[in-house]
């Protein structure tokens, strides 16, 4: 199976280019916190859109926490960065499911095999043995990506890497739904690391930006390592929350 990249013809509508470009000149310092915007007409001139365009582009900023409406006193900047929308808190399977379902999966680009061990974690076996899928997500109804995520699956399960982003959710119900295997326990490793620098540029970052890394192995009821999922998360828009409670004298931690 030759390499090939999959890309949606969708295009993204004006209202999101526009609160994309508002976005990048936020970050960048054009519109310093504690700055105003341009007023709604102003917006609808330098970039010639109707008025409803320019509202639903401020509605898409203030939605990310960036700025902040008044009337009669305008719109004014109150964070570089948006505020963090994800938050993960896991304690099963089931749970880790609902999260992936509230988000959209698109594929990026497939490879058939992996030639090397990748640089933020080591396979099981020898490096062809796995084949490596590149995948962002995006909230719904955006095509703007939020995070990445490098999945590698055994190559007995090549069958399953046509199929990710073919419904909702993750990859691991497809190993379940179709090769019969049954998730049983799922590792994650957390650590603070930088954007790779393809993902950095694909987001939207700098090299130096910070990044969230995660890593999660699936294993089956055997213990056999049946996926590793490496996920870059900007800090700015996602936190990851643990509780520790006591029940019956021992802690139990949920991610």
Same mark, same amino acid.
């Given at each position: %199976? ?19 470009? =508002? ?38 900023? @203030? ?12 719109? @004014? ?44 974690? #080591? ?9 490596? &899928? ?26 399953? #890497?046509?199929?990710?982003? @073919?419904?909702?959710?993750? &990859?691991?119900?497809? =190993? ?11 590792? %994650? ?18 090299? *130096?930006?910070? #990044? ?13 390592? %049946? ?22 004298? *021992? ?5």
């Amino acid at each position: %199976m030759a390499n090939n990249e999959s890309q949606s013809n969708a295009k993204p509508t004006l209202y999101q280019n526009m609160s994309d470009r =508002l976005l990048e000149l936020i970050r960048s310092g054009h519109y310093p916190v504690g700055s105003k915007l341009p007023t709604e007409m102003e917006l609808c001139e330098m970039y010639g859109v109707g008025r409803h365009t320019a509202r639903e582009a401020i509605r898409k900023l @203030t939605d990310l926490g960036l700025i902040e409406r008044r009337r009669r006193a305008g719109t @004014t900047v109150i964070r570089q960065h948006p505020k963090p929308q994800f938050g993960l808190a896991l304690d099963t399977t089931d749970q880790l499911q609902r999260y992936l379902e509230f988000t959209d999966l698109h594929v990026h680009k497939k490879a058939v095999c992996v030639d090397k061990q990748p640089p933020e974690t #080591a396979l099981d076996g020898e490096p062809g043995d796995w084949v490596k &899928v590149e995948t962002y997500r995006s909230v719904p109804g955006s095509k703007r990506g939020i995070s990445w995520t490098d999945i590698y699956l055994r190559k007995e399960y090549q069958a399953v #890497a046509e199929l990710i982003s @073919t419904q909702p959710g993750g &990859v691991y119900p497809l =190993l379940e739904e179709h090769c019969g295997e049954v998730v049983e326990t799922i590792e %994650m490793e957390i650590s603070a690391s930088r954007f790779p620098p393809h993902v950095a540029r694909f987001l939207g970052y700098e090299d *130096s930006d910070p #990044a969230l890394l995660i890593i999660r192995t699936f294993r089956n009821l055997a213990g056999k390592v %049946m996926e590793v999922a490496v996920s870059f998360y900007p800090p700015y828009e996602f936190r990851y929350l643990t509780r520790l409670s006591r029940s019956d004298g *021992s802690h139990r931690s949920q991610s």
